[in-house]
């Protein structure tokens, strides 16, 4: 499935380790809008942690 510009925006900032509330600074959105971007990422990626989803992040990566 294909990831909106957001989506990809907020998985980049959530591999560097950074929480929601600091994703959400960083993109000056709200963490409820964080928390349902990253729960479409995980539902998408078919994973069921963030630290899958940055597993899959970093070996799509190398593709």
């Excluded at 994703?23 to 078919?46: G, M, N, Y």
């Amino acid at each position: 499935m294909n990831l909106t510009n957001r989506e990809q925006e907020v998985l980049q900032i959530l591999a560097e380790g950074k929480s929601n509330k600091q994703i959400a600074s960083e993109l000056s959105i709200s963490h409820f809008t964080v928390r349902d971007h990253v729960s479409s990422l995980l539902r998408k990626k078919q994973v069921s942690s963030r630290q899958q989803l940055v597993s899959v992040y970093y070996c799509e990566s190398l593709k």
